[in-house]
Structures are given as C-alpha cells and as structure tokens.
C-alpha cells in the first residue's frame, strides 16, 4: 500500500525527443521529490513538489504534484545525452518515512 | 558536492563480521536517513534519525543498527554480515525533522561481502 510504483522501468530515446515518467501509488504523501542518479554517485535532487497540483520547472524538466496526492509525473523536454541516468521518484509519507521508486534508467542515443 | 559525506567509499568484508559506515551531513542539518541500494535496484530506506534521535524506521534489518551523535554525525553498523547484505549505502540529510523534504545525498559507501 504504501510502496512507489514507478513507470516505465526503463526508456530508450533519441536526442531531442521529450520524456515521461510517473509515480502511483495507493497511499496519500505530503512531498513529492524526483531524483538523477548518474552511475556510481548519490542521487541528486532534481525537483521538489510540496503542494497538491503544483507544476514545478527545473529547466527543461517539469514535474507535478497529482491532485490525489498519490501520484506524481516528470517530464524532460527535448532530451540531450547528458540526461542519461536513473530517475527516481520519492514520497514522504504522513509520519516522515520516505519511499523510492524503483527507478527509471534513461537511455539517451544521439 | 552536496555536502554530505560518507566513509569509506569503498569497504570489503567477509561474511560474518561486523562494519561501521559513516556519514557527516551537511553543515546546519538536523536529519540523517540511511538508504540501501543493491545492485541495480532502487533505494530501500533503512532509518531516519533527527538531532540524535530515531524519528522514522524503513526495512531495517535487526542485525542493522544505527545512532547519531551529538555532532550530528551517524554511524550505520552491519553485523554478522551475509552476502545479500553487498549493495551501495548512501545516507542523505536535510535541515527540517518534518521529513526529507530538500534531502542530500552523500556518495555512498560501497560494500562488498564475500
């Protein structure tokens, strides 16, 4: 109930093309939080979301709040090489836990 | 560089022994969080610890325990470690103990028992 169901697992794409990817889940979160994972490193925090149907822009990223507060998506628009990585969605629940997604792995081919 | 600092980087150990992982937040953060991430898998939370105290529990296993120091630093301890237990820990701070809110990540302690 309270697990991140983060789609789709893994994306294969052309330069230039525009991304999506989400996160369900059947449990209500205060905080919606997307991550970068490049290899070998710590996940970086791309984007936070605090507010029911908050649209946030980070560049040519965009990620929303979903109105339910049990969902979330990002988009990357008109993707370049140095995108490729793995994308991590994460919630904060009501009593401070956090959950991850399992992650996105983006590939980008030139 | 997020600030956050884990040690060691890299850490190898045979199966049954007992390992310490270090993590220094960033300067001004009151919480630290523990992650485990096995190969190629996503980020299970472990623990949550705000000001030295326990303030959340993930899938923590009991042969895993963990404190935080009056300095704010914290120490994850893995005992009678098994194979399965090889995977990246990472740890994460922020300032709020309302949750992980802006959380940083350090870059990770790399763990390998055979």
């Known amino acids: 109930g309270q697990q991140l169901n983060q789609s789709p697992q893994s994306m294969f794409i052309q330069e230039g093309e525009d991304v999506s990817m989400n996160c369900t889940s059947s449990?209500?979160?205060?905080?919606w939080l997307w991550y970068k994972q490049d290899p070998g490193e710590g996940p970086v925090l791309l984007i936070a979301?605090?507010?029911?149907?908050e649209l946030t822009s980070n560049g040519r990223l965009t990620a929303q709040f979903g109105i339910t507060r049990k969902d979330s998506f990002l988009n990357i628009s008109a993707s370049i090489p140095s995108d490729v990585g793995i994308y991590f969605c994460?919630?904060?629940?009501?009593?401070?836990?956090?959950?991850f997604g399992a992650g996105t792995r983006l590939t980008v081919k030139p | 560089d997020s600030g956050v600092t884990q040690t060691p980087k890299h850490l190898i150990t045979a199966t049954g022994q007992r390992v310490t992982l270090r993590c220094s937040p960033r300067?001004?953060?009151?919480?630290v969080y523990w992650y485990q991430q096995s190969l190629d898998q996503g980020l299970q939370f472990l623990i949550q610890?705000?000001?030295?105290?326990?303030?959340a529990k993930g899938n923590i296993l009991e042969r895993f325990s963990a404190q935080q120091f009056p300095d704010l630093h914290s120490e994850l301890n893995l005992s009678s470690l098994e194979l399965g237990d090889s995977a990246l820990y990472f740890c994460?701070?922020?300032?709020?103990?309302?949750?992980?809110?802006?959380?940083?990540f350090g870059q990770g302690t790399r763990l390998t028992v055979v």
């Open positions: 979301l605090y507010k029911a149907g």
């Open positions: 610890y705000y000001n030295g105290e326990e303030r």
């Open positions: 994460a919630g904060q629940l009501r009593n401070n836990d956090m959950r």
């Open positions: 300067s001004g953060d009151l919480s």
């Open positions: 994460a701070s922020s300032a709020s103990g309302t949750g992980a809110r802006e959380a940083f």
């Open positions: 449990s209500i979160f205060n905080t």
